[in-house]
């Protein structure tokens, strides 16, 4: 199982970007899925998620600013981040939760400049 992160970079405040995760060897199917980001010197931290009942959730920091969405027929998950803000640069994961276990993206860059 591999997830591939994919999509980010570097944009200016107030750009968007939107973030790609793919699956090899698995499929997102209607599984938990969510994107996690690390800054320099902090803990990971949930960004988005969708849960198993198909219930969307976000970081308050997030809200009304991204978007997590997938297309099971592309087995593709997506983050659409708009509004970028300085504060939002990370490395950006993916994660996919089955019954046989937790599966990590690499991680993708985001780096939002002022």
């Known amino acids: 199982v591999q997830l591939q992160a994919s999509g980010g970079g570097l944009v200016q405040a107030g750009g968007s970007l939107r973030l790609s995760c793919t699956a090899s060897?698995?499929?997102?199917?209607?599984?938990?899925v969510g994107w996690y980001r690390q800054a320099p010197g902090k803990q990971r931290e949930l960004v988005a998620r969708?849960?198993?009942?198909?219930?969307?959730n976000y970081a308050d920091a997030v809200k009304g600013r991204f978007t997590i969405s997938r297309d099971i027929r592309k087995n593709t998950l997506y983050l659409q981040m708009s509004s970028l803000k300085p504060e939002d640069t990370a490395i950006y994961y993916c994660?996919?939760?089955?019954?046989?276990?937790?599966?990590w993206g690499q991680g993708t860059q985001v780096t939002v400049s002022s």
């Open positions: 060897g698995t499929t997102f199917g209607l599984n938990a």
């Open positions: 969708i849960s198993s009942d198909r219930t969307a």
């Open positions: 994660k996919l939760v089955k019954y046989t276990g937790e599966y």
